[in-house]
């Protein structure tokens, strides 16, 4: 099992009608990842009132993707990933307990004591980890890091062509920017490297 916790910095910096409407935001990504990875979820994501998002997942897929959702919002936050075992007690993730959650919020503390990175992500791996697991973490944070180089305009462009699987012409409707301009910027980008990737993972 794997355990994703994600603390939102930016949200302490806002005012109350602007932090409520973040809220809404961050819940309607965080159902956008239950429902389309619903067979990874061991539990449902959810957003605690100490603005963390708790995620309880078996694949990298929900959490790269939600990554990637966030990092559209250009939102600042902590990633911290930990394997261990999980007490299901109820099916939202932050009413879950057991090892896997304190090795995330651990990998999260290692991270506050870089007070120079803005953005990171850390990661504790159970000694009696699977490889599968072990691989999942893997590959979260290397697919993460390579999002991390991409602009606002790149991530949302790319967002589309990975996970929405929209050729240029149907990115260049959605967005409203022209075909050249998309594809311009799209190869910039390791975008299609990494669509190549991800389905390869996928397949594995």
């Not at 959702?69 to 939102?75: T, Y």
Request: proline letters at 1%.
């Amino acid at each position: 099992m794997i355990a994703t916790i994600i603390d939102i910095v930016s949200s302490k910096d806002i005012n109350a009608h602007e932090r409520k409407k973040l809220d809404k935001k961050i819940r309607d990504i965080l159902c956008q990842t239950h429902t389309r990875f619903r067979e990874y979820c061991l539990a449902i994501p959810t957003l605690t009132q100490g603005d963390s998002i708790e995620l309880l997942v078996t694949s990298w897929q929900p959490i790269v993707f939600l990554l990637h959702r966030l990092l559209m919002e250009e939102l600042k936050f902590r990633v911290g990933l930990g394997t261990g075992t999980a007490i299901i007690q109820k099916e939202v993730a932050d009413e879950c307990d057991g090892s896997v959650f304190w090795n995330a919020r651990n990998a999260i503390d290692e991270i506050k004591k870089m007070k120079y990175m803005s953005i990171s992500l850390g990661f504790i791996i159970d000694d009696k980890t699977s490889s599968d697991e072990r691989n999942a973490v893997t590959n979260s944070v290397l697919l993460y890091t390579s999002l991390l180089s991409l602009t606002t305009a790149q991530l949302e462009y790319c967002f589309y062509y990975i996970w929405e699987k929209k050729q240029i012409s149907e990115i260049s409707e959605v967005t409203r920017t022209s075909k050249g301009n998309i594809s311009k910027t799209l190869s910039k980008t390791p975008c299609y490297l990494l669509e190549r990737v991800m389905a390869f993972l996928n397949e594995m």
